[in-house]
């Protein structure tokens, strides 16, 4: 369980950098008034990455050392 959540913890942390990447792009391409919506995307990823970071420390903390 352990392995899949840290698995998934750095899948998230990729697709938050890779969520970002593509919106600064589109920006830079299309300029801010018709791409800034590409940022709504960007930042619900970097909810979802924190979200799940959190719980990963949680568990770390609550489980027994002997495990």
Not at 12 to 28: G, V
Not at 31 to 44: D, I, P, T
């Amino acid at each position: 369980m352990e392995k899949t959540t840290r698995f998934f913890v750095h899948f998230w942390l990729a697709a938050t950098l890779a969520a970002f990447i593509y919106a600064f792009y589109r920006i830079y391409l299309n300029g801010w008034e018709r791409e800034k919506n590409n940022l709504f995307m960007a930042g619900l990823v970097l909810i979802w990455y924190l979200f799940r970071r959190a719980m990963y420390r949680r568990m770390k903390r609550n489980s027994i050392s002997g495990e």
